[in-house]
């Protein structure tokens, strides 16, 4: 026998029975009438087979991330005849699969990745049962045939689950029982609703744990966090399958749960993952808020107190759609036990994205230096973040002045107010901005925006706006009025229409009133007015010095109440005051109408009558 037969027979029953099937998992959505669009989530031992096998553009000849290649393996079948691993669509349809690689690891020797099928069914199910499409072949790492399962009823939910957790999960010896989530959204951010251990063709050929070691309590059951006593368990990697349930449909999750003693792994620090550093677990799943059409963005940060090891990545299986992990940061010495990795989660959600997503991580490392003799290190256990997505953003809101506020004004004397709001959408700016021209020297202050989140891990809860209104009317502008509209607006998100609001203040400037100010005296005030200082303090007669406090409101003429028949030329002869004099200093008077264009009865005039006058 030759050897190139013997290195050719090996090379089949490799293929046949060799062991290389990790992870899988099924989502989908309806995409047309009756049609629906799969995703086949799968993880393979890259080594698997010969060099033909998984063949890619990696340095060894084997694939990487980006590659598509072929799902070998074998579907043994009850009559003996091996098929290739083949997806079927439960209406005795099937196809063979090819994968684009999402992920990668050599020293981990996996590839993970994707396999999209468009089928069209001739019903939304299958009569009044679901449809029933499954990954089936072979073999699994621990042996045995996969039967990778989802239920599909497209007049009950068109969009499915997708699984958010780790293809294996790794967890080091504990003689405290795990709560490991087990997450699963819908691309659109709805939840999953139930919980259970796969059985019967679920899981294939599998041997699952026993119950007593890996279960879902009533508790679990319905918020997906999986039971595991390790110390039932011991050390090893057993595969497990749990169907995760939804509105309308079942997905699959087939992983392996790897044991081991080893309790130097990576852990994260800081916001927003946390490793309870006893248990080297995380405690709980962290939320963050924020809003479809924004950018949302927060750091991973993990590191390993192992001597000799490094932090080389920080990854996640299965993000939103949209998102990416960027920015790998290193830092630490891996020889005293500081390696340190830092990523950068990036993401600006769809509006059909709103509602609640999962986000799973594992930071791996490695021995360093590098060796292919170094042994294998365990990575990090899962550590995930909730992230809760407003579909609505809310329009901004003014605070001051309240709505309906008038504000008065004194004549040739400086005023403000402050106005300005918020904008419940920390991710978002405001402007704020009068909505005309301002007028007669009228000013608005740069705004003052209080800073809201760049990192969904910030704290600031708004964005704030404020700006001061400031006018000093001139002297003629006694009984002028005015509303004066300010508009507070947000910059808006993609995809997104921004909203603004409007606040409107009442601007009253009081007839005869002055307010002094510093350097003033009755003489200045006067000339200011056109009158004289002796007729000034002989009308405040609250006022017992020449110079009058600052601060003080004073009058700088008598208000007369119009009479029926009362004209600005009657009023002008019976007191002595000239027209023109009467007109600076009533601003309502000054326009329209001649002088003896009668008055209304009650309506207030100021006056500087001429006291020489009788």
């Not at 497990?240 to 392996?256: E, K, N």
């Not at 609640?356 to 995930?384: D, G, I, N, R």
């Not at 400031?470 to 005015?482: D, F, I, K, L, M």
Request: include cysteine.
């Amino acid at each position: 026998m030759s050897m190139r037969f013997v290195l050719v027979c090996l090379a089949v029953l490799e293929l046949a029975y060799g062991r290389h099937f990790q992870y899988g998992s099924v989502s989908f959505r309806q995409n047309g009438p009756n049609t629906i669009e799969f995703h086949v989530f799968t993880q393979w031992k890259r080594s698997y087979g010969t060099f033909s096998t998984f063949k890619g553009s990696g340095a060894d000849g084997r694939a990487i991330t980006g590659d598509v290649v072929d799902m070998f393996g074998v579907e043994n079948s009850d009559t003996g005849v091996a098929n290739p691993v083949a997806f079927f669509a439960g209406d005795g349809t099937s196809y063979s699969l090819k994968m684009t690689v999402t992920h990668h690891s050599e020293v981990d020797d996996t590839l993970y990745g994707v396999s999209n099928v468009t089928h069209i069914y001739e019903s939304p199910n299958d009569g009044d049962a679901d449809w029933l499409p499954f990954l089936k072949g072979c073999c699994r790492e621990s042996g045995g045939n996969f039967i990778v399962t989802a239920r599909v009823n497209m007049l009950r939910q068109q969009e499915s689950l997708a699984i958010k957790g780790l293809p294996i999960m790794s967890y080091p010896l504990s003689g405290t029982p795990y709560q490991i989530p087990l997450p699963a959204n819908t691309p659109g951010g709805l939840v999953g609703s139930l919980w259970r251990r796969g059985a019967g063709t679920e899981i294939g050929g599998a041997t699952p744990p026993p119950t007593s070691a890996v279960f879902f309590s009533s508790q679990g059951s319905t918020n997906g966090n999986l039971t595991v006593r390790t110390d039932l368990l011991g050390v090893s990697r057993v595969p497990l399958t749990v169907m995760v349930a939804s509105i309308g449909s079942v997905v699959p999750y087939d992983f392996i749960l790897d044991v081991h003693a080893d309790r130097e792994i990576p852990t994260f620090v800081g916001l927003p993952l946390q490793t309870n550093l006893t248990s080297l677990a995380q405690d709980y799943i962290p939320t963050l808020s924020g809003y479809v059409g924004y950018p949302f963005l927060f750091s991973v940060t993990a590191t390993t107190a192992r001597n000799a090891s490094v932090v080389t990545d920080i990854r996640s299986f299965r993000l939103p759609s949209g998102a990416v992990l960027q920015n790998q940061q290193q830092s630490g010495d891996p020889y005293q036990g500081t390696s340190t990795m830092k990523v950068d989660f990036a993401w600006t959600p769809f509006p059909n994205q709103a509602g609640t997503h999962y986000v799973c991580f594992e930071a791996v490392q490695w021995a360093f230096p590098p060796s292919p003799y170094a042994p294998k290190l365990p990575p990090s256990t899962q550590h995930c973040v909730i992230i809760f997505l407003e579909s609505v953003n809310p329009a901004p809101e003014f605070t001051v002045p309240a709505e309906g506020t008038i504000v008065q004004f004194s004549l040739a004397s400086a005023g403000s107010f402050q106005i300005g709001g918020f904008n419940q959408n920390p991710y978002d700016t405001l402007t704020l901005t009068p909505n005309e021209t301002l007028r007669f020297g009228q000013e608005l202050s740069p705004p003052v925006i209080t800073e809201g989140k760049v990192l969904a891990t910030d704290t600031a809860p708004r964005v704030e706006a404020f700006a001061t209104f400031s006018w000093t009317p001139g002297a003629s502008y006694g009984a002028y009025e005015q509303d004066v509209c300010f508009v507070l607006s947000q910059r808006g998100g993609g995809g997104l229409t921004p909203f603004s609001s409007t606040r409107c203040v009442r601007l009253v400037v009081l007839r005869c009133r002055y307010v002094v100010r510093d350097g003033d005296s009755f003489e200045s005030i006067a000339q200011l007015f056109s009158t004289d200082w002796l007729t000034l303090w002989g009308l405040n007669i609250n006022v017992t010095t020449f110079v009058p406090p600052v601060g003080q409101t004073i009058v700088i003429g008598r208000e007369y109440q119009a009479s029926d028949g009362d004209t600005l030329l009657t009023i002008s002869k019976q007191l002595g005051s000239s027209l023109d004099r009467l007109r600076a200093l009533n601003f309502d008077l000054a326009g329209g109408g001649g002088a003896d264009r009668a008055l209304k009865a009650g309506q207030f005039v100021c006056t500087q009558p001429d006291t020489c006058t009788s």
